[in-house]
């Protein structure tokens, strides 16, 4: 058992190597463009900064939305910026693989033995997606500015970055699930694209603006809301619906990992499919 | 001999969905999906022994890749049994594919953007070689692909057959005891050709590799491979060397005869006025005339190649005489073409 565990332990961090490695390849392969780089990470900073401005326009004219100030929309917005931009960085690989299936590619990486899964993640970062998360880090700055009477406690700076981290991680499975459909049909895209863009939009505002069918919908079925929500909610010490105590802000990541596991054993049932089908 | 290969009756049959037209056509074809089956590989047999080359030919979409599919574990065969160095393809690809190195004509697996040395270094850690292993080996591979004046050329500034040599390197560079090459020489021009195929026959017989390979270039089976597998419609038509094939289905031989000069003049004249030689053996017949050449084709059982010399040297005064064998392009466009071997196959199985 011990040394189950052991040789388990080491492949992990073998296999970690490799995505640093292949990272690493990545990031050396587009840096040969650096100009090209700078400009792609200034624009889509700017494409994704003008998300802002209907918060902006909005709270021109009102004072707050359903008791929300500017500050806290401002906060949660960002968080869900971040926590999307991180995905859309590190996801890269997954949000592709429409392309990779297309392009015959999948066949090589079942030819290697290195595992499927760790390939795909890692044939691809996006460096240009630093303009989301350059986006969410103003708006941040921006939202603690706009908030005078905001204290931090040890507690507070822990919930951040756990709940950026499973945001992040729940929308990278969702990117996985849209993936695995690549399995049945190619045209799965759209589909995907809806629950990540558009669960960004939502997500971006008080969760309580939209009816409970949907707040339900991304609190249990596709927990967006543990990684964006809950924890800003926890931040600026708002109550949550339901009557959920404000303490599950802490059970993010377990939320995240169990929505990461239900994607990865979907995805395997997927690659069995492929492996027997072909594409 | 002990076998790297051994395929028992493989079969793959494929669901395609047939699209209807329109879009309530789509609309029921997800209801109601058309479903045709498409039998790819039909009770195929394969063994191929360690350190065998092997040729595996056919049109497209003969079955030759999905065969491959199934003998990597991208596929799981439909029927029959499979072994690859032992192992259960399906059931252990990972492990497989650290001994098996696959090379696709058509597609690179070296990072486009990336000199070319990059790639070769990080495939050490996509299959975890040993640091001492991999070094030897990239060097022994730099020496025998010249690589060394292109290492740290970016991949997508490379020639095709740069490409093609790299590529070879990567799929090598963990001792693999299987190599599957899928149209290793397309597109190439016939020196690096020649390169590609010097190769393979120094790595089959230096380093004891198994090789598979795939083709459309009847000259890469004629020059590596001693054994041929032919399939097509997923069935295997024939398994034998090359030279029996050509003995079996190679049809008329063309003997050319050079006639002495003032032979020509003595000779009847067709129309356009070119030498007729008339009262041929049974069996051999004229195809063409060239002044003093002339093209004779005779089939194989008609006579032997030395009486019909003969027979020219008693009548006419002859120059010189050199035949021509069919070409081995010929033969397999004729086989698949009339369906030689297919009925062959078919009536066989009805027995």
Not at chain 1, 251 to 269: D, K, N
């Amino acid at each position: 058992m011990r040394s189950y565990i052991q040789s388990m332990m080491s492949n992990l961090l073998l296999d970690l190597r490799l995505y640093r490695r292949l990272i690493a390849m990545q990031l050396r392969a587009q840096l040969q463009y650096k100009m090209n780089v700078f400009i792609d990470i200034a624009t889509y900073l700017s494409v994704t900064g003008l998300e802002f401005v209907p918060v902006l326009i909005y709270f021109g004219s009102f004072p707050s939305l359903l008791g929300w100030k500017v500050g806290e929309v401002a906060l949660l917005f960002a968080i869900t910026s971040m926590s999307f931009g991180l995905a859309e960085l590190f996801g890269a690989g997954i949000d592709g693989f429409d392309e990779t299936i297309r392009r015959g590619e999948f066949d090589r990486v079942l030819l290697r033995p290195a595992g499927a899964l760790l390939q795909v993640v890692s044939s691809d970062i996006r460096l240009r997606r630093l303009g989301r998360i350059t986006e969410g880090l103003l708006i941040f700055v921006l939202a603690l500015g706009l908030l005078p009477g905001f204290s931090w406690t040890p507690l507070k700076l822990l919930v951040l970055p756990l709940g950026i981290v499973s945001g992040a991680l729940v929308f990278i499975a969702i990117l996985l699930l849209g993936a695995t459909l690549c399995f049945w049909t190619v045209e799965t895209t759209e589909i995907t694209n809806i629950l990540t863009y558009g669960g960004r939009e939502l997500l971006s505002y008080p969760l309580t603006i939209y009816n409970q069918g949907l707040q339900r919908f991304f609190l249990f079925l596709v927990p967006l809301a543990f990684g964006t929500y809950i924890p800003t909610c926890y931040l600026l010490g708002r109550p949550l619906p339901f009557g959920l105590p404000g303490a599950l802000a802490f059970g993010a990541p377990l939320v995240a990992l169990a929505f990461a596991l239900i994607a990865g054993a979907t995805w395997r049932f997927g690659v069995h499919r492929y492996q027997s089908t072909g594409s | 001999m002990e076998s790297m290969i051994e395929a028992e009756h493989l079969s793959k049959t494929f669901r395609v969905a047939r699209r209807r037209p329109g879009l309530s056509g789509a609309l029921r074809s997800v209801l109601d999906p058309a479903v045709r089956h498409v039998e790819a590989v039909q009770d195929l047999s394969l063994r191929v022994a360690r350190g065998e080359m092997v040729g595996l030919v056919g049109p497209n979409g003969a079955g030759k890749s999905t065969t491959i599919k199934m003998l990597t574990g991208i596929l799981v065969p439909t029927g029959g049994d499979v072994h690859v160095a032992g192992l259960n393809p399906v059931r252990q690809r990972r492990e497989l594919a650290s001994r098996i190195g696959v090379v696709f004509g058509q597609r690179s697996q070296l990072w486009w953007d990336l000199p070319l040395i990059d790639s070769l270094r990080l495939l050490r850690h996509l299959y975890r070689v040993q640091e001492k292993r991999h070094r030897e080996n990239l060097a022994r591979l730099r020496g025998m692909l010249d690589l060394d004046e292109f290492l740290d050329t970016p991949v997508r500034q490379l020639s095709l057959g740069q490409r093609m040599r790299g590529d070879l390197a990567a799929a090598l560079l963990h001792d693999p005891e299987l190599l599957y090459l899928d149209e290793p020489t397309i597109g190439l021009d016939v020196v690096a050709k020649a390169r590609i195929r010097e190769f393979l026959l120094a790595i089959n017989a230096e380093q004891g590799v198994t090789v598979l390979l795939t083709t459309h270039d009847m000259d890469d089976v004629e020059m590596l491979c001693p054994r041929m597998v032919i399939i097509d419609h997923g069935r295997k038509l024939y398994d034998g060397t090359v030279g029996e094939i050509r003995e079996r289905f190679g049809g008329e031989r063309t003997l050319i005869a050079v006639l002495d000069a003032a032979e020509i003049a003595a000779i009847a004249r067709d129309v356009q006025g070119q030498p007729v030689l008339g009262e041929l053996p049974e069996g051999v017949r004229q195809v063409q005339a060239e002044a003093p050449r002339i093209w004779l084709s005779f089939g194989r059982d008609a006579l032997p190649a030395h009486e019909l010399v003969a027979w020219l040297g008693a009548r006419y005064r002859l120059r010189d005489v050199t035949f021509q064998e069919p070409e081995i392009e010929d033969v397999i466009r004729r086989i698949y073409e009339e369906g030689l071997l297919l009925t062959e196959a078919i009536r066989s199985k009805r027995v």
